[in-house]
């Protein structure tokens, strides 16, 4: 158990709904990451927040947004949903007082779009 | 563009043999190479390279990285069952903090 959490563990939903996923980094880090993981991409960075700002963008779609709110959990929107947004979805987190960025994975969410 | 490549990108092997797994990578600003372990559910950690030529090692896990020929290296010696998961290796980037991936390794230790 890395200490990270996300829920749901699961989602199913339709084509052009949005939905939210949410994650709560370990106990004192301050950074959250985001990952997309499909079969034939791996696993793609999105985005980066670090004690609440936007710190680094990947390969994150204008329909995906996500934000770090003051207790440090974050969530992650996805809206428009078409049914290559199915992946499983991954929220890492680090400790920023470390010089080196080893980050812990939560347990992820897996969302099918039907 | 940042890149990381891994292979093989299957391996199928008995236990206790040793299995070496291999990373390379071409990135504009390197600052770290990171193996994690994936089985069903979330990557697990297993090493931090940030200097050359230096050897971690954990239990019969061992890796080294070539900053010089950009590669890292994974060893896994007297495999067994519980080994069998997919081996992701990363490069953090020092522009941005963000961890680049391979594609991974699916390794599969059959007893």
């Known amino acids: 158990d890395s200490g990270v959490t996300q829920t749901p563990k699961h989602l199913i939903t339709a084509t052009g709904q949005r939905v939210t996923l949410r994650c709560s980094p370990r106990?004192?880090?301050?950074?959250v990451y985001w990952y997309q993981q499909s079969l034939d991409q791996g696993l793609q960075f999105l985005i980066q927040?670090?004690?609440?700002?936007?710190?680094a963008k990947g390969n994150i779609l204008e329909r995906f947004s996500a934000q770090q709110f003051p207790d440090l959990h974050s969530e992650l929107n996805l809206s428009s949903l078409e049914l290559g947004d199915s992946a499983l979805y991954f929220c890492?987190?680090?400790?920023?007082?470390?010089?080196?960025?080893?980050?812990?994975f939560g347990p992820g969410t897996r969302l099918t779009v039907l | 563009e940042d890149k990381v490549v891994q292979s093989p990108l299957s391996l199928v092997v008995h236990e206790g043999d040793t299995v070496t797994l291999n990373c390379s990578y071409e990135?504009?600003?390197?600052?770290?190479l990171l193996w994690y372990k994936q089985e069903k559910k979330a990557p697990t950690f297993l090493f931090m390279l940030?200097?050359?030529?230096i050897e971690k090692k954990s239990g019969r896990l061992s890796s080294i990285l070539d900053k010089k020929e950009l590669f890292s290296i994974l060893n896994i010696t007297a495999t067994q069952t519980g080994d069998s998961a997919v081996y992701l290796c990363?490069?953090?980037?020092?522009?941005?903090?963000?961890?680049?991936f391979g594609k991974g390794t699916k390794l599969t230790v059959n007893p």
């Open positions: 890492a987190s680090s400790a920023r007082d470390s010089p080196y960025n080893e980050q812990f």
């Open positions: 106990s004192g880090d301050l950074s």
């Open positions: 927040y670090y004690n609440g700002e936007e710190r």
């Open positions: 990135v504009t600003n390197f600052r770290s």
């Open positions: 940030t200097s050359s030529g």
């Open positions: 990363a490069v953090e980037l020092a522009s941005s903090e963000k961890l680049v």
